[in-house]
């Protein structure tokens, strides 16, 4: 069975940094895009960043020049770098890739793992 596993979530102070790591368990035939959501209480999820297997990356405005998505193949690992974190970073951030999973591309998603920036 395929699944994301999150790790590197947290309590940190504003300006300082967090990195969070997605890494694929079990056995697929290729990753094609991976990336990370954040849902934050009472708003909808939303696309912090993406990388495609060619690692062309995508990041929303809030977060540009501040996050850097990362992917290692080798290790089936996809890293969100996040620096100069603020109040408004904080929420579940989720991970989630498009996998060759028995021949077919199918998408998954992760646990989550809980972002805490305190002011």
């Known amino acids: 069975q395929v699944q994301l596993v999150e790790s590197g979530g947290g309590l940190v102070q504003a300006g300082g940094s967090l990195r969070l790591s997605c890494a694929v368990s079990g056995s697929v035939s290729s990753i094609d895009t991976m990336g990370w959501y954040r849902q934050a209480p009472g708003k909808q999820r939303e696309l912090v960043a993406k990388?495609?297997?060619?690692?062309?990356?995508n990041y929303a405005d809030s977060v540009k020049g501040r996050f850097t998505i990362s992917r290692d193949d080798a290790k089936n690992t996809v890293y969100l770098q996040m620096n100069s974190l603020k109040p408004e970073d904080t929420a579940v951030y989720y991970c989630?890739?498009?996998?060759?999973?028995?021949?077919?591309?199918?998408?998954?998603w992760g646990q989550g793992t809980q972002v805490t920036v305190s002011s």
């Open positions: 990388i495609t297997s060619g690692g062309s990356t």
């Open positions: 989630n890739g498009i996998l060759n999973y028995n021949q077919v591309f199918r998408n998954f």
